[in-house]
């Protein structure tokens, strides 16, 4: 049995046997590598598109890094503010009668306009839904 085998291996059809298998090998091998490739690259593609597809759509800020502007936002909001205190861009705001629900809102916007909320105190002494909140944020 080893003989035949030794003697089609050395045949004219064992060199093409071999020659056709090890060569079907190397193109599967490169057929999946260049696969790989693809989806390597297209994957990286995907991600550029969805970072100029993010950086295309960047919303402004309407709410503005001072003290004017942050009175004004909390003004048209119907907010009665105690103090505003302003140190290396972080505003630490103090107001009185806000209800849990324009808190929650004055959170909402702040965000939605890039701040980056530090530290939220808000303190219901009376039962009535109306807080004493210290608000602490800052602009990313």
């Known amino acids: 049995m080893i003989d035949r085998l030794k003697e089609f291996i050395n045949s004219k059809a064992g060199y093409l046997s071999l020659f056709w298998t090890f060569s079907l090998l ?3 091998f490169m057929y999946d590598n260049y696969q790989k490739k693809s989806n390597q690259i297209y994957n990286e593609y995907e991600k550029l598109k969805e970072i100029k597809f993010l950086t295309n759509n960047i919303q402004k800020r309407t709410i503005e890094s001072s003290e004017q502007s942050i009175r004004n936002f909390l003004a ?4 009665n ?3 505003i205190n302003v140190n290396n861009d972080t505003f ?3 107001m009185n009668n806000v209800s849990i629900k324009k ?4 959170i909402y916007k702040l ?3 890039g701040y980056i909320i ?3 105190k808000a303190v219901d002494n009376t039962g009535s839904n109306r807080m004493k909140v210290i608000l602490s944020f ?3």
């Not at 808190?103 to 004055?106: G, S």
């Open 26 to 28: 190397a193109v599967f």
């Open 76 to 79: 048209e909001m119907g907010l």
């Open 81 to 83: 503010v105690e103090s």
């Open 92 to 94: 630490e705001i103090t």
């Open 103 to 106: 808190l929650v809102e004055i």
């Open 111 to 113: 965000e939605e306009n």
């Open 118 to 120: 530090k530290n939220i």
């Open 138 to 140: 800052s602009s990313s």
